[in-house]
């Protein structure tokens, strides 16, 4: 089974730009959620989508975004960039079950390392 | 708020110790609870997971959780080198929401 695809890995974007990142899950999973992560921070969560909408959201501004669709496939966009946006953006699948089964465990794409200059 | 805090570290244990990793949750309705190992330009992996209270053994790891106390350990017996990472504690809500702590950096010297 592939495993989690997340295109581009590298990318180099000036402030003021956009830039749209993609995540291809596990086959099957259903669920897809997408994290920040800085030095120090941790995995800042941003927001999940199941079945093409968005079941849950973090604490980001508005100029962060996605969506999902009907494959699973799933985008995030982020909209008038910021020095401080540069980060690495992680992109997690996971399968649907009970709480107790193991099944909503999260499994990670290789990222994509984004610079904003 | 659901925040999930661990120490930054690092953490640093000689070869062959038990490295003990610790982490508090804010959401008394948390469901599940997770152990995530990242090393250095790498993906995080899970290592073990825990819903119960109580001890979970998986070969060299033992999680630990206690609702009563909103705390959830990770011990890692016989540590080795190849163990240095960052060990991130995720928790999952009632809302399939997941959240992660920022991580504790752990050194395992030879």
């Known amino acids: 089974k592939a495993g989690v695809t997340q295109t581009p890995r590298y990318l180099i974007k000036t402030r003021g730009q956009q830039v749209t990142l993609s995540c291809s899950p596990i086959s099957g999973h259903r669920s897809v959620s997408w994290y920040q992560q800085t030095p120090g921070q941790g995995l800042q969560f941003l927001f999940e989508?199941?079945?093409?909408?968005?079941?849950n959201k973090g604490n980001f501004p508005g100029r962060f975004s996605g969506r999902q669709f009907s494959n699973s496939r799933s985008e995030m966009n982020v909209s008038t960039l910021e020095l401080g946006d540069s980060a690495l953006y992680l992109c997690?699948?996971?399968?649907?079950?009970?709480?107790?089964?193991?099944?909503?465990?999260?499994?990670f794409g290789s990222g994509t390392q984004l610079s904003v200059l | 708020q659901k925040e999930v805090e661990q120490n930054s570290g690092p953490l640093s244990v000689p070869e062959g110790a038990i490295a003990s990793l610790n982490c508090t949750y804010s959401d008394r309705g948390s469901q599940s609870f997770f152990w995530y190992r990242q090393y250095s330009g790498k993906s995080p992996e899970l290592i073990m997971f825990i819903y119960s209270n109580g001890d979970k053994e998986d070969g060299r790891f033992t999680a630990q959780l206690n609702k009563a106390s909103q705390y959830v350990s990770l011990l890692i017996r016989d540590s080795q080198p190849s163990d240095s990472a960052t060990y991130l504690c995720a928790v999952k809500y009632n809302n399939n929401d997941m959240r992660f702590g920022a991580g504790t950096r752990l050194t395992v010297k030879p």
């Open positions: 989508y199941f079945s093409e909408t968005q079941r």
């Open positions: 997690a699948s996971s399968g649907e079950g009970s709480a107790g089964t193991g099944s909503e465990k999260l499994f």
